[in-house]
């Protein structure tokens, strides 16, 4: 088996779609179809069932996809035990919005720099969707911000704690006031980024019962406006409302979270992690200790 006949199985794989693996790949689409027809050929079985317009694994297929990545991580390792210089080779990243602006930017800074023939790549996802493109091989590595550090089929490493923060804009009835209560925030407008975020859906299930409804503004940066404006509270990781808490713009409501979470990094068990994806953890590593 070739690994370029395996590579291009894998891509197709992960998107279950001829035209899109070989946008992806850079070949012709006719290409790709001869190259798992040939892979299919030497291993004398079918590896997708075609169902019209879309494809999926058969059976023989799905027991061959954790081979195929194995031996493309195999090779990847090999080159660069060989390699003399600099590492190099891509990344593929799933990472959140809270902390691709507010935590990476000195990670991507220093390696972008310091070692230019590693390219990153970002995917926007959050906590469950992340997971499950680790553990599928889809990305190598994944930023996490959650309550629990134990996660099925994945490696994680937790680097920092992540401190949240009730926010209200100064105005608002409820600043200023102590011991707030769950009815208290009940009783007023709640700001929420997107569902599946972490600090969101614990946040929701704290004030469970109490009638409490938000009003989802998306991101982060939307609903520190939103909450600017008076349209109600969020509770937001602190480190994404530190310039509005020093200026003013928002304040800190007195209610502390009664769950915490922890920024992690994190990748499928039993990985063997090449010499660039190595260098980009130790990096994150060190940083978080600094």
Request: a negative charge; aromatic letters at 6%; glycine letters at 8%.
């Amino acid at each position: 088996m070739e690994l370029r006949l395996l590579a291009t199985f894998e891509k197709v794989a992960e998107v279950l779609s001829f035209t899109r693996a070989a946008a992806e790949l850079g070949y012709a689409q006719s290409s790709v179809t001869s190259q798992v027809r040939a892979l299919e050929s030497s291993l004398g079985t079918e590896l997708f069932e075609r169902l019209g317009g879309r494809i999926r694994l058969t059976e023989a297929g799905e027991r061959l996809l954790p081979y195929a990545r194995r031996m493309a991580e195999l090779a990847e390792e090999a080159r660069a035990a060989v390699a003399a210089g600099e590492p190099a080779g891509t990344i593929t990243i799933g990472t959140m919005e809270s902390l691709t602006t507010y935590r990476l930017p000195p990670l991507l800074e220093y390696v972008h720099h310091r070692h230019p023939a590693v390219r990153l790549a970002l995917r926007p996802t959050l906590g469950d969707a992340t997971r499950q493109a680790l553990r599928q091989g889809t990305y190598d590595l994944g930023f996490l911000m959650e309550a629990g550090t134990d996660h099925e089929g994945l490696e994680s490493e937790v680097l920092a704690p992540e401190p949240l923060a009730l926010v209200a804009a100064p105005g608002h009835p409820l600043a200023g006031r102590a011991g707030l209560t769950a009815a208290d925030l009940a009783s007023t407008g709640l700001i929420g980024t997107e569902p599946g975020c972490a600090y969101r859906d614990l946040f929701e299930a704290e004030l469970a019962g109490s009638g409490a409804e938000f009003l989802e503004f998306g991101t982060i940066e939307a609903s520190k406006r939103a909450v600017a404006s008076g349209l109600g509270i969020a509770l937001l990781p602190r480190i994404t409302v530190q310039e509005e808490l020093a200026s003013g713009v928002l304040v800190a409501l007195d209610w502390e979270a009664p769950f915490a979470l922890f920024t992690q990094l994190a990748w499928r068990r039993g990985k063997r992690l090449p010499a660039h994806v190595r260098l980009f953890v130790e990096q994150a590593r060190r940083l978080a200790r600094e």
